[in-house]
């Protein structure tokens, strides 16, 4: 298994930055001081493993002084090595939203698995962080949601319109 760096990544408004440090999926990538990527922010790599090329996406998660942020890695970082130049794509990581997306399965970069993302119409994506919607603009609910399940619909009924979990072993 060889990795090889390629200095070629896509053209963004951020700046470029190198890595200096891959422990599993954290990695620490020095910026330059006057470009360091806010929290939350997408980072992107391209590298070519095995004569596959293939882009990695983080997202920052902790400044740690010196120039260094802290950044996840959302794919494996086999292949990524020291020095890999790596761009601030100046925003967060988002998905897409509203009718278009029923139905579809996505992966947590928000590109569809099931189709091509040409097959989908997405006109309105959504950061992956933002804040809650104020309580006054929520609904209220008080209809049961069924499970089929006689004893959990008994015993622990669910409100339809929240967000549950149910999990059996």
Do not use: C
């Amino acid at each position: 298994m060889t990795a090889t760096a390629t200095e070629h990544v896509a053209a963004t408004t951020g700046a470029t930055g190198r890595i200096a440090r891959v422990i599993g999926p954290v990695v620490d990538v020095e910026f330059p001081a006057d470009a360091i990527p806010s929290i939350y922010n997408a980072l992107t790599t391209e590298i070519t493993l095995n004569g596959e090329t293939k882009t990695i996406t983080f997202e920052v998660a902790l400044h740690l002084g010196d120039n260094v942020i802290r950044a996840i890695s959302l794919q494996a970082t086999d292949g990524l090595v020291r020095g890999t130049a790596v761009v601030d794509t100046g925003a967060p990581i988002s998905v897409p939203v509203g009718d278009v997306v029923k139905g579809h399965i996505f992966n947590v970069l928000g590109q569809p698995l099931d189709v091509t993302e040409a097959e989908l119409e997405i006109t309105e994506r959504w950061p992956i962080h933002r804040k809650a919607p104020a309580f006054a603009t929520l609904e209220g609910s008080t209809e049961m949601m069924e499970t089929g399940i006689k004893v959990i619909d008994l015993l622990t009924p669910y409100i339809k319109g929240g967000k549950i979990g149910l999990f059996g072993g």
